[in-house]
């Protein structure tokens, strides 16, 4: 018979995790990240204070109400490509609701998502609208997994083909190469190949890891995921390649997109503000006049982040309001519900 491990290696795991999980170290994290959006903000203050807010305004009242019009047609055909994102979930999880509900659902949640961080958009409104629905945690947990890895899989894909035929101009304090690019660009591809084969070889069945438990589609699907997360972000890029009106080039409106989206993540400032008009300025700007390349992105934020978050809005209302007034129905044929 095997001896016991000693009393202090039975222990080591349990110490790192009390360690982990102590209050003292949630401290620690959270100051670090208020310390890096304190750096962020600061940054981005003084860049503010550059800015020739006048000139931004006249070039955003210069955009052509057609050039508007295609730009937020664009915005909203990206919003209804990733309403389709929660369908790959519903594929797999097989839970009840129909196309038409799951789609809804996705799209008041998302751009709850683009202004108020994953937390509220991601996990909050859509828990709420999920279980009202009658889906239980686990269910909501998968679909909203599920969705997060489409998103980011067509992103991947997406970078490594911009970062490799065509090198943006960063911002001056950004120490990364044209051929460092290339090669992050190849390895966020990876993933995404690494994703198709993870699916190919579990041949849709769950991936575990730590006991836990992720739902994997088939091969066809995931590569469904991967077409339909690229045109997403491929609309995004076309929409504030809309608002140049062509002056600077796609792969520089895409970029704007692409780098921003991360680069806010990583920041961890609600709807990158700030962030995006920072990092499109300095990209742009070597196609557009610095006032008119913010003036774009500042239009692109208008269009695919606030009149979306306002009908959003009214749709989670209309539906808090429906819901309640159907609450007594509901509650006596569906208990657990209310």
Known sequence: MRAAPPVEQQHQPGRWRTLLASRAWRWLGGALMALV???VATLLVQRAMQVDWPAVWRALRALPAATLALGAALAWASHLAYGCFDLFGRHVVRHPLGVSRTMAITLIAYPFTLNLGSLIGGVSVRWRLYSRQGLDVGQIAQVVVLSIVT????????????????????????QIGALQLRWLGVALAAVSVLYVLLCALRGGQPFIFRGRSLPLPTWRVALLQLLLSSLNWALMGAAVWALAQGQAPYPAALATVLLGAVVGLVSRIPAGLGVLEAV?????????????????????RALYYLAPLAVAALALLATELLWRRQAPTRAGSLPGLS
Do not use: E, M
């Open 37 to 39: 959006a304190l750096a």
């Open 151 to 174: 998103n980011w899989v067509g992103y991947f894909l997406l970078a490594c083909a911009v970062f490799w035929r065509w090198t943006p101009q960063l911002p001056g304090s950004w």
């Open 280 to 300: 499109g300025t300095a990209v742009l700007s070597g196609y557009l006049p610095a006032s008119q390349a913010l003036a774009v992105v500042l239009a692109f």
